[in-house]
């Protein structure tokens, strides 16, 4: 991450003046950062320049994006014990939070069974996206689009203030060859309007897995689904996700990669 926002987390969580780890002398102590479930673990080269900042030196025993069984040691401290309870919840921090998105995110994949890649939102927490978008790619899914500028999309207030083929005109006019065009849809009538209309990415938004199947056969009996990749988000949980994988896309979005994700359990032991 870069030195100011490491600064920016660092501070947030010490303050003005920290009491508390003052309370413990400047002496030499070892801890390890233990897993309290199954778990995809990542966040392990954020948690080393976490640890890194505060003078303390770490073993990672895993790598980021492996499986960490119940009650496994992650990551081995050594340093100051007042540096160690300092770096402690910020170190913890992102290794619960971006383990429960790797952890989450694996779990649709095997729901998915290959079939399909499943892709983010940027549903994220402001000025944690980027960590967000790693734990996802670390758990095996797609990170989609970054931010904006990444590729032109076209979403349903779009098309209502200006019509869907206007919207495409207009996109293929003023974007670059390098960026790709998708388009949101919510009827069949646009999704063949889209395709005529060159989109390269559909995206099927909260329409069931039964009408995306017939979508997607729409596109087969009017020689457009080669053309096109298909794109279902909306309404999709872990739970769904079968349904939609035997729809016919080719990539499932959900929200709940970064929205649903549970932090993971895990804890720093002081090791004396």
């Not at 479930?37 to 900042?53: H, K, P, T, V």
């Not at 989450?104 to 729901?111: D, K, P």
Request: glycine content about 8%; proline content about 3%; hydrophobic content about 40%.
């Amino acid at each position: 991450m870069l030195s100011s926002e490491l600064e920016r987390f660092v501070a947030e969580d010490l303050g003005d003046w920290d009491d508390s780890s003052r309370l413990v002398p400047e002496i030499a102590a070892r801890a390890a950062i233990i897993a309290k479930e199954d778990c995809i673990i990542s966040g392990l080269s954020e948690a080393r320049e976490i640890l890194d900042y505060f003078g303390l030196d770490c073993k990672p025993l895993y790598d980021d994006g492996e499986f960490v069984p119940d009650g496994s040691r992650v990551l081995c401290i050594s340093g100051s014990a007042r540096a160690i309870l300092q770096a402690e919840r910020l170190t913890l921090n992102f290794l619960a939070r971006m383990s429960g998105i790797s952890t989450i995110t694996r779990q649709c994949v095997l729901s998915a069974g290959g079939a399909v890649r499943i892709a983010a939102t940027r549903k994220t927490t402001p000025g944690f996206r980027a960590f967000e978008k790693k734990a996802v790619f670390l758990g095996g899914g797609d990170r989609h689009r970054f931010n904006l500028s990444d590729a032109v999309l076209i979403k349903d207030n779009h098309i209502r203030i200006l019509g869907l083929e206007e919207c495409l005109r207009r996109a293929k006019e003023n974007a670059s060859f390098t960026k790709k065009i998708e388009v949101e849809v919510e009827s069949l009538e646009d999704l063949l309007i889209a395709a005529r209309g060159k989109a390269d990415i559909i995206m099927f938004d909260n329409m069931s897995p039964e009408t995306i199947a017939r979508g997607v056969q729409l596109l087969r009996e009017k020689g457009l689904r080669e053309h096109v990749l298909l794109e279902a988000s909306g309404g999709i949980s872990p739970c769904n996700i079968p349904e939609y994988a035997r729809s016919g896309v080719d990539i499932i979005s959900l929200g709940a990669l970064t929205r649903d994700a549970r932090w993971i359990d895990l804890s720093l032991e002081i090791e004396l």
